[in-house]
């Protein structure tokens, strides 16, 4: 019986993107476990990205950690659980409740955010509590709210498909939110809709755009003023919906009418041909049905909330808004992050969307929870949490499901703040660069045994439901939070008997003494019983009680401010936040790859998600590489006012001159120093507090490498001591790459060291006469390879690609391959299909260009020939540019 029939599949929802695609997952009698997409969820109807068709890669134990510690030693709950509510009691008993706080994240499910938010605001009497959301989604939160009165995503999914101009401001979609970017791309092949990106690096998304606006760093809202002004003067405001539904709308349009006279102006202010400005302003004044989707290029900004209002401006002069294919549309990042929005888990927010603004509000939620110490005021945002942390104000944090210490800006400074605090507790699934800072560290359910809701991008509720036991002592989120509050003598009110529980009350809050009043309304959720949880099916949100529920909101109707009309919000563009100067003359932009997650802890350890992008690397203009004595494939060293890292440059001229770009991901587990958090500027927003991790001023030099090397090893390894590092996870084991700048034979007798831990006997060991190059293996008793080292000059590496393959294949070796072993060259020809660009059939550039050459010119014959590109389509945008540089070649 094949492994198929024996389980049930499981209904739940991917645990990455805010997407929030539908998983059928199963784990079969051995253990394996299979995912694929859910063909009845309305958000992918079937389809996964690369990410989500390797979740079942993900599922294994390594690098989980499934005990609780304290001081880095295990110990059982109750010594955990005692502390830390001891510790939190104490600390709140001796310097008040915001001498404590929690920095939580879009990663926990809405049960848990709701009693994380409970325990705080209502119960310690704190505000501070805040989520990794701030340095995500705050911006939208708060624009959100200075135009509509509340933070309301107005449009659904389907409007990206009954659109006829899609413009993608700040958004990497096609690899962000891929299952969003192949809805656009499908609909725009059935009804001709044209698609507008507008971000400053040429991305995968505005590859297949109808026309990409590379403009300056920060300058959008310029853009956006420019074009509110355009429509304006062309008599294209909807008067009557102006005058019916909002107030405001003068004083925007003479100040957008005083920043951007003028098409050439606005050309001119953001780096951009007035002929491409003129003709965006055209399709979007002509186009009715229009969507305007944006993400961190505009919220992560030193100006992210007045972007948003730039941009819900213009939507709001043509009253496109709430309609069919119409309206501006934050797409969220975590899965989650529109649930942690309704608990309000933010600082400065209430729950289910009220305010510390309204006493009203304060007094409702203390009424409703029977709350003994309501916090009245907003607490610490997270750059200024952190800081407190450092200096000593805050003195018991908690921390849960992310990893600061890579992923906050001025991460230097963040590390020094979570060792100087007095007691750090962090609750992961795994050991992270955060968790080396824990007092006491409180082990996680993670995705595949957790329990709960969580709200995608367009306002729809879905289930994470769990499919395998909780290994070891894991507990869920939910179960912690509530265990340490009964320890701190708040049992009654977190005496739950599940999540299905929580959710009642969560669904009852966004009820209580609501008449319309605040849209957030799930009321109809209250009466769930627990069968009814068990089962829920996708829906949207506004669910109210008796009422009619709707998909979208704020269309031609009331808004939910005092007078019922939305606000026009006047903007004007302000210079970015730390100039470039003659010190630090480039400009850093940051962001994300295509198959990685954050921090990496999940996608980090799946080799065909690592193979794509394997080590950390910088993205530079040919002029900048040139003017800054780097070559493609140099080893370079980056550096800011706030910290410096290390990366492989790559020459590309997607980046624009002036302009560097490092991914997000490199954590300290993956690397020596290639962290962006570390180089990242804390400079905030000063509506929503969200940092600015889109511009920071950079110099770039060539680090001067004396030596290279590469081992290949089944071990996990942490090395130290070395200039460079990064490792790459593959089938069997893992490769590092080292460099350093000390004398080739320092290098190696540094290399050396990894197999003093081998018996000499099982060591194969090759060194040149010269003392420059050396290689070793280890063999098992079997006789097959366990590892490999090549030491070399820098770009004297022998190829690795036979070595890495006998990692995964564990067959024991021939006299041939021994040999072969040491000379670094393989026994036989092995066609190497080079990085990795379709992860889901495992097909390489060099495979890629063969096909090209044999004569693929679009990417059907691809497809038909390799398959490449025929699952996922997360890599269909870099298959044509290979194609089209082939056929660039071919021309010359
Ligand atoms: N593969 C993958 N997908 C993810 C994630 C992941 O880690 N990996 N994370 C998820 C999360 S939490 C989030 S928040 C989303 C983020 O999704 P996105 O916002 O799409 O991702 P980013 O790469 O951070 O940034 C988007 C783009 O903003 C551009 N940009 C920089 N400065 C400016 C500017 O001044 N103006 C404009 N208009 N654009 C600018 C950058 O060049 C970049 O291409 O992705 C989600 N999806
Ligand atoms: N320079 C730069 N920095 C950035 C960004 C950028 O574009 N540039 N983007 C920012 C954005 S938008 C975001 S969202 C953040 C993301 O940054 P982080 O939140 O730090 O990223 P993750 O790696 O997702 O961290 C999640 C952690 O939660 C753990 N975890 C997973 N599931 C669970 C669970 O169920 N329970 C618990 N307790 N733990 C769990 C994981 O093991 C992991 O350690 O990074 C931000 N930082
Ligand atoms: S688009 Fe990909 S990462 Fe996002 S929810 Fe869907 S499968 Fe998961
Ligand atoms: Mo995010």
Redesign the pocket.
Known sequence: MSDAGQAPEVRT?????????G?LARVAASGKVSVR?DPDHP??RG???????ALAETMGLDGRVLHPEIAGKRVDWDAALDLVARRFSETVAAHGPDSVAFYISGQLLTEDYYVANKLMKGFIGSGNIDTNSRLCMASSVAGHRRAFGEDIVPGVYDDFEQADLIVLVGSNTAWC????YQRMLAARKERGSRLVVIDPRRTATAQEGDLHLALDPGSDVLLFNGLLAHLARVGKVDESYVAASTSGFDSAVSLALADAPSVERVAEGCGLAAADVRLFFELFAATERTVTVYSQGVNQSAHGTDKVNAIVNCHLATGRIGMPGMGPFSVTGQ?NAMGGREVGGLANQLAAHMSFEQAADVDRVARFWGAPNMARKAGLKAVDLFQAAGDGRIKALWIMGTNPAVSMPDAGRVRAALKACDFVVVSDVARTDTTRYADVFLPAAAWGEKDGMVT?SERRLSRQRPFMATPGEARADWRIICDVAQRMGLGGAFDYAGPAAIFREHAALSAFENDGERLFDIGALTTLDNESYETFEPRHWPARAGGESSDRLLGRGRFPTSDGRARFVPVRQEGVAGAVDTAFPLALNTGRLRDQ?HTMTRTGRVPRLMANAPEPVVDLHPRDAAANGVKDGDLAHLSTRYGFARAKVRVTDAQRPGQAFLPMHWSGHFAANAGAGSLSSPISDPFSGQPELKHVPLRIRREEMAWSGVLMTRRDLRPTGFVHWSRQKVEGGWVYEFGGTETPDQGILLCRKFFEAFDPGRMLEYRDRRGLAYRAAVVDEAGAMVEALLVAAPGQLPARDWLVSQLGSRAPLTLAERQALLSGRAPVAVPSAGRIVCSCFNVGVNQLADAVAAGCRDLEAIGKTLNAGTN?GSCRSEIRTIIDAAHIQAAE
């Open positions: 929802t991917c645990p990455y993107c805010g997407v929030g695609c998983v997409g958000a992918n389809r996964l990205c690369s990410k989500g068709s939110h891929p299952i969003l899965p995608n997650w996922c």
